[in-house]
């Protein structure tokens, strides 16, 4: 059972560009939740979403961010126009079908650039 | 709302000394504690958790107590190798439907030779 997938693994972008995440969670898996790491600083909740609906996105920026999860394919977190504040490390999780409680297990991260 | 507070680092060790990271935390209910470790340039694999007061989670020789009392749930290993070299972070998880973890700001570890 491979883990969960997340490309790319390192992204950069100019200011003002778009950037597109992907996170293909485990199998059997339909729970995916998306986390922000900033420089030097620990993990804070973005969103959380199952297939094909977001359940609690409180902790994700007003503006240019946006998350998905279709019924087919893997979750994608969208940020448009990207200032430099958006540099960090972008880390996808999924919990299992039978039981949304359960332990998250992690991606590896995307790492964003933004010169 | 929920918070977690775990020392600073960096902590810098022998190799087969005693480690200790302290971690407390300020969350409504019972949540579930947990213990995820980073190693550099890796996403977050998950070390050790506990669910309800009293628990003691353990893996790869690491061990931490979930103390309602003391809101705590210190990181603790006897004898520390090279490899542990991580950074380790405290997190705990609302006892809701589903899982929004609140983790620590993360301390890293260096055990040298």
């Known amino acids: 059972n491979a883990g969960v997938m997340q490309n790319p693994r390192h992204l950069v972008r100019r200011r003002g560009q778009e950037a597109r995440l992907r996170c293909s969670p485990m199998k059997g898996h339909s729970h995916v939740y998306w986390y922000r790491q900033l420089p030097e600083e620990g993990l804070k909740f973005m969103v959380y979403l199952q297939k094909e609906n977001i359940i609690d996105e409180s902790g994700m920026p007003k503006e240019r961010f946006s998350a998905e999860f279709p019924k087919e394919g893997p979750s994608i977190l969208r940020i448009q126009q990207v200032v430099r504040g958006d540099s960090a490390a972008y880390f996808c999780?999924?919990?299992?079908?039978?039981?949304?409680?359960?332990?998250?297990?992690f991606g590896p991260g995307t790492r964003l650039t933004v010169l | 709302g929920n918070s977690v507070t775990q020392m600073e680092g960096p902590v810098t060790l022998s190799e087969e000394a005693f480690l200790t990271i302290n971690c407390t935390y300020t969350?409504?209910?019972?949540?579930?504690l947990f213990w995820y470790v980073q190693y550099p340039g890796e996403g977050l694999q998950l070390l050790l958790k506990a669910t309800k007061a009293d628990d003691k989670g353990s893996n790869k020789g690491f061990e931490a107590t979930y103390r309602k009392e003391t809101t705590s749930f210190h990181l603790e290993k006897g004898s520390v190798q090279v490899s542990d070299s991580a950074v380790y972070f405290c997190?705990?998880?609302?006892?809701?439907?589903?899982?929004?973890?609140?983790f620590g700001t993360g301390t890293k570890l260096q055990v040298i030779p």
């Open positions: 999780a999924s919990s299992p079908d039978r039981n949304p409680t359960d332990t998250q297990y």
């Open positions: 969350a409504t209910g019972y949540p579930s």
């Open positions: 997190a705990l998880s609302d006892s809701g439907g589903y899982q929004k973890v609140t």
